[in-house]
């Protein structure tokens, strides 16, 4: 019985630190960071330069969406709040930039 939950605790404290390890650094909204805690990668500045102009990103940092719905917000920021459309190659950065750290997978 002791080693049974010695083992369940062990288990657990496994999972966590796997959790913990996996987990992106310093994906938290900052608002005091130069990047408001956006991640380091390709993409970023796209996204900070492109978003900032309107709402922090403590509004990207709250989602967790897949492809097909960043698209849509993409889509929605350009044809009804105005958001001037990026260029080609920065819409890619950004659309990729967003599935890369705020996906429907990425830890919280
Ligand atoms: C021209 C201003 C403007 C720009 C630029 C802009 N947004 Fe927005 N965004 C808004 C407004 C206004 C809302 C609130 C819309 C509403 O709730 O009706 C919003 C809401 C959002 C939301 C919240 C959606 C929800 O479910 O409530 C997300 C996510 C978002 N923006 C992402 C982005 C991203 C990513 C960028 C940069 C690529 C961006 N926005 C650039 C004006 C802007």
């Known amino acids: 019985?002791?080693?049974a939950a010695a083992a369940a605790a062990l288990a657990l404290a496994t999972l966590f630190a796997g959790w913990v390890m996996t987990a992106p650094a310093g994906a938290r909204y900052d608002p005091n960071d130069e990047w408001q805690g956006l991640p380091n990668g390709k993409g970023r500045e796209a996204v900070f330069y492109?978003?900032?102009?309107?709402?922090?990103?403590?509004?990207?940092?709250?989602?967790?969406?897949n492809r097909r719905v960043w698209t849509e917000v993409l889509q929605w920021m350009i044809d009804e709040v105005r958001m001037p459309k990026p260029s080609e190659k920065d819409y890619q950065l950004i659309l990729d930039y967003l599935v890369e750290h705020f996906g429907q997978d990425v830890p919280r």
Request: with cysteine; aromatic share 0%.
């Open 1 to 3: 019985m002791r080693s």
């Open 50 to 65: 492109s978003c900032v102009a309107c709402h922090s990103m403590a509004i990207i940092h709250q989602q967790r969406l």
